[in-house]
């Protein structure tokens, strides 16, 4: 039994701004990430007045158990990663609003506004947005039906639930394959199912293939979710031959990669085919003033080490922007 | 086993400084109850760290006229209590240690006085609830986003005394969790019929109770 330690004492409703609606911010950073934070960072240590307005502070490296791959910070877990980004910034006194959802962005001149869902608005010469991506579904029958019967997407929220149970996991990426690791620690038999090969990394596939409660099956299609009351298996094509069959299991966790959070900045930037925003080396988006930085963009490989290196450079784009445009 | 290690206690111990007036922590546990020995060690700690936290510690079948008092169905249970001695119709099922700590702790806040604020249009639409409204937010210990929903489940119950919300840890009432198909959480559960699924904002679990009223 542990305790994980990190509260907020107003309860998200965003009821005591601490920031003034009235000042004329230089940067703000639409995302509470590991993007969004490094950008702050940067922006603070340039000078800026800097304010960052996330959704939730650590972004979705929280829903992850073990992160192997961040140079370093060996065997760090995804909140213990958040933690020490959030306590690294607190030292330049970055006001970070938690639960705020930016639902419309308009510009006057140089300057850009956000509006919260909370009817606040805030003004910056630049704003950099990091808001990340949501889990991609599979789209298929019976998923909506099933979400939260049987149905998941955040395996170290829901894996006790499973306890002793056989589950699924969708998908063959790291996301994917450390999921099935993380359920195979209490779930009695967990299966991979994935339509081509997995993608996930050598040494997460190795611990995967090793592991004596884990099935894999691959070059399947998951069609369809069954059940009644709550999820009771899959039905799965072999994307060969086109046979289908049906796999008994009480659980199916959904790990098929990411969308784009592009909310309300999709009707002023340009997008990329897949959605994301178009970003250029420095971040720069297609309207001047706004940048951009991490999942929510359109560089290749979404890592977490990449969306804080791209919050660094969008933040001194943004400070080089500011020092050259005339507000 | 002791849980707080020296670096959390003085954490706590500040943060407990904050504590507005007294809060009793009424703690029902049975013989047999396989979580009460862990539940309770962990409220022993945590009200040694205040002055102003005091644990009354109650037996569901001996004290059932308290039990029935608080509405206690189920062990182990905590409920908060405040300086009036006034039930304000929050509790805990089941121990709230894991990430379920960073609901506990906000809740001995508020309860003690140190009260968050809320918008005044958002406050009153909370007082206009005039029925009686059980949300239960069924959670597990390893879940970041948990504590979210049960904060804002309890600020509700606070913000108006015909409203109560609990806690629930899933795994340890397993039976009622199946009752309710839990599957994913947080899954909050408004009068046991309207589902939420993941923390919502605190006006989509207002809209939800305003919408099973009309």
Redesign the interface.
Same mark, same amino acid.
């Given at each position: 039994?542990? /305790?994980?330690?990190?509260?907020? /004492?107003?309860?998200? /409703?965003g009821?005591?701004p601490a920031l003034d609606p009235d000042a004329l911010h230089d940067v703000l950073v639409v995302g509470a990430g590991p993007a969004g934070l490094n950008a702050a960072m940067y922006a603070a240590r340039k000078g800026l007045d800097v304010a960052v307005l996330g959704k939730?502070k650590?972004g979705q490296v929280?829903?992850t158990s073990a992160v192997d791959n961040y140079l370093g910070l060996d065997g760090v877990d995804g909140?213990g990663l958040a933690e020490r980004f959030l306590k690294h910034l607190s030292k330049y006194s970055v006001p970070v609003l938690d639960?705020a959802e930016v639902v419309d962005v308009f510009s006057q001149g140089p300057v850009h506004s956000v509006v919260l869902?909370?009817g606040e608005s805030y003004r910056a010469r630049a704003l950099i947005v990091a808001t990340g991506s949501t889990p991609r579904r599979l789209g298929i029958p019976g998923e909506d039906r099933f979400?939260?019967?049987?149905?998941?997407?955040?395996a170290?929220?829901?894996?006790? /639930?499973?306890?002793g149970k056989d589950v699924f996991v969708a998908g063959g990426g790291n996301s994917a394959v450390q999921a099935a690791l993380d359920l195979a620690q209490m779930s009695r038999a967990v299966t991979v199912v994935h339509r081509s090969r997995l993608r996930a990394d050598q040494v997460l596939v190795d611990r995967l293939l090793s592991h004596s409660r884990i099935a894999v099956l691959l070059g399947t299609r998951i069609v369809e979710v069954t059940g009644q009351?709550?999820?009771d298996g899959l039905v799965v094509e072999d994307a060969a031959t086109g046979a289908r069959r049906a796999l008994p299991g009480?659980?199916l966790f959904v790990e098929i990669g990411h969308l784009p959070n592009v909310g309300p900045f999709a009707k002023r930037l340009v997008l990329s085919e897949h959605g994301e925003i178009v970003a250029d080396a420095r971040g720069a988006t297609s309207v001047p003033g706004i940048f951009a930085a991490g999942d929510v963009t359109d560089f290749p490989y979404k890592q977490i080490v990449i969306a804080v290196g791209s919050g660094a450079t969008a933040a001194l784009s943004a400070n080089e922007y500011i020092a050259r445009t005339a507000f | 086993m002791k849980m707080f290690n020296e670096e959390l206690e003085k954490q706590l111990k500040e943060i407990f400084a904050a504590l507005k007036g007294d809060v009793t922590i009424a703690l029902f546990t049975e013989p047999g109850c396989a979580t009460g020995e862990e539940t309770t060690g962990l409220m022993e700690e945590i009200a040694a760290l205040s002055p102003k936290i005091r644990l009354v510690r109650y037996d569901r079948t001996v004290d059932a006229a308290k039990a029935a008092e608080y509405h206690v169905e189920r062990v182990p249970a905590i409920v908060l209590i405040d300086s009036s001695g006034a039930y304000r119709g929050i509790k805990f099922y089941g121990i709230p240690a894991g990430h379920e700590i960073n609901s506990f702790i906000p809740a001995l806040l508020e309860v003690s006085g140190a009260e968050s604020e809320v918008p005044a249009e958002f406050a009153a639409r909370v007082a206009a609830i005039r029925r009686p409204v059980d949300i239960k937010v069924f959670v597990t210990l390893s879940c970041p986003h948990c504590p979210g929903a049960v904060q804002k489940a309890h600020k509700l119950a606070l913000m108006n005394s015909n409203v109560q919300a609990e806690m629930i840890e899933a795994s340890t009432f397993e039976e009622l969790s199946r009752s309710f198909n839990v599957s994913a959480v947080p899954q909050i559960v408004i009068d046991g019929k309207t589902t939420l699924l993941g923390d919502q904002p605190m006006q989509a679990i207002l809209e939800a109770i305003e919408a099973e009223a009309s």
């Open positions: 039994m542990n /305790l994980d330690l990190s509260f907020h /004492l107003d309860a998200g /409703l009821s005591k939730r650590g929280l829903d909140e639960g869902s909370t979400a939260g019967k049987g149905v998941g997407y955040c170290i929220c829901d894996g006790p /639930l499973f306890a009351a709550a999820m009480d659980g | -």
